[in-house]
């Protein structure tokens, strides 16, 4: 009989839980439900700017717009980028948000994209979260200006751009003779600086400029932009790239700021020379970190070819057989 009436003791108290929650529910729903939300967008917001506008208007729900702010704001815009735009809703007195989800909203206007909702302040506050279309590449400028050269030292100039991450630069030479309208030699380099040193970089004499492109944080690319041109001589690559110098014990090479390699390879004018620990230029066999590499008499190291003693180079010039 004990057990029994313990039994009965805690169904009563169960029932009295249940009836008190369902008493403090029927308090809630005292309100009204907002319904169904109806948001106007309008905005202006364009790649290559900062900033932008939004508005949100209220179609109909018993509610009011509180605050609308763009919450992955950037110094600048790049094409490609969504903005992410979180509008604050308040109840009416009386009223509360039922519900949050996606459906809760109807949108018009502007196009935008649901992300997310969520209700707090016992559901008398709403927060949704939608992002804009993305942003059109082409409306962002990034063409460079500004190109010079400082043509006694070589080193290309040009205006920043505040929207490039980087910049994409190339040593061009006029009437390159090459199979595409791309004069273009030697390597396109990334570089962060709205600067670029070409010294060491002129194989012969000729006519010269340079291209540059702003890339941004999204990738995109603007247009290539060419310098002036600049005339190369003998005496000006002397300068510019170093030069030959020859005593009674061999060749060596002085680059433009006065130094010279030793006990090591280096490119000139688009070839491999290696020179020993005193920094004069070797010829013949060469071991370099176990491999085997053959300069011939002018020092330019050979590569994808036989030797003239019988032996097989690769591409690298590393002797294969």
């Not at 060749?251 to 700021?257: K, Q, R, S, T």
């Not at 620990?277 to 060469?286: A, D, L, N, Q």
Request: a negative charge.
């Amino acid at each position: 009989m004990g057990r029994k009436r313990e039994w009965v003791i805690t169904l009563g108290l169960s029932l009295a839980v249940a009836a008190s929650i369902s008493m403090v529910s029927l308090a809630k729903e005292e309100r009204e439900k907002v319904g169904t939300i109806e948001l106007s967008f309008s905005y202006d917001i364009q790649a290559g700017e900062s900033g932008g506008d939004v508005d949100v208007t209220l179609g109909s729900g018993n509610c009011s717009v509180e605050s609308v702010d763009i919450v992955n704001e950037k110094d600048f815009w790049v094409g490609g980028d969504k903005p992410k735009v979180e509008v604050c809703l308040s109840a009416d007195s009386d009223y509360y948000f039922a519900k949050s989800g996606k459906s809760a909203f109807s949108f018009s206007g502007d196009k935008v994209k649901y992300v997310t909702s969520s209700t707090k302040s016992d559901k008398s506050e709403m927060v949704l979260t939608v992002t804009l279309e993305k942003l059109d590449e082409d409306d962002e400028d990034l063409d460079v200006s500004g190109l010079t050269w400082d043509e006694y030292n070589g080193i290309a100039h040009w205006d920043h751009n505040s929207l490039a991450k980087n910049y994409k630069v190339r040593l061009c030479r006029y009437g390159n003779n090459s199979t595409t309208s791309d004069d273009g030699i030697g390597t396109v380099y990334t570089v962060k600086e709205n600067s670029f040193d070409f010294s060491g970089r002129f194989p012969r004499t000729g006519t010269y400029y340079f291209k540059v492109r702003a890339v941004d944080s999204r990738s995109n690319v603007g247009d290539w932009q060419e310098s002036a041109y600049m005339d190369v001589t003998e005496e000006d690559l002397a300068r510019l790239n170093g030069q030959w110098m020859r005593d009674d014990r061999g060749w060596w090479y002085v680059n433009p700021d006065g130094s010279y390699t030793k006990d090591g390879w280096q490119s000139i004018r688009g070839k491999w020379y290696f020179f020993d620990g005193e920094g004069y230029m070797k010829t013949g066999w060469i071991q370099w970190n176990d491999k085997f590499y053959y300069c011939d008499d002018s020092g330019a190291m050979l590569a994808g070819t036989v030797t003239p003693d019988g032996y097989t180079v690769g591409a690298d010039g590393a002797r294969l057989n």
